[in-house]
């Protein structure tokens, strides 16, 4: 699946916007445009997940995990 810049399906989801870039039947890629202040609340998804941090900080906060992700970082989940 190749989605162009100007395709990728524009939303907004807990507060946050987001460009969904492509969607499989496992998985997900979005580009999350968060700004100072955002923040989704508890969620889940039916696909696995994973980001990159550009620029600023992020914090990722579960049950079993409190991490603040940097630029560089990474995180995959499911």
Excluded: W
């Amino acid at each position: 699946m190749i989605t162009k810049k100007e395709q990728a399906k524009k939303r907004t989801f807990k507060g946050v916007s987001l460009d969904v870039l492509a969607v499989g039947e496992k998985s997900m890629v979005a580009k999350m445009n968060y700004v100072k202040g955002n923040y989704a609340s508890t969620h889940a998804h039916p696909n696995e997940q994973s980001g990159y941090v550009i620029s600023g900080k992020y914090r990722l906060k579960t049950e079993a995990l409190d991490v603040e992700l940097n630029p560089g970082d990474s995180i995959f989940y499911t």
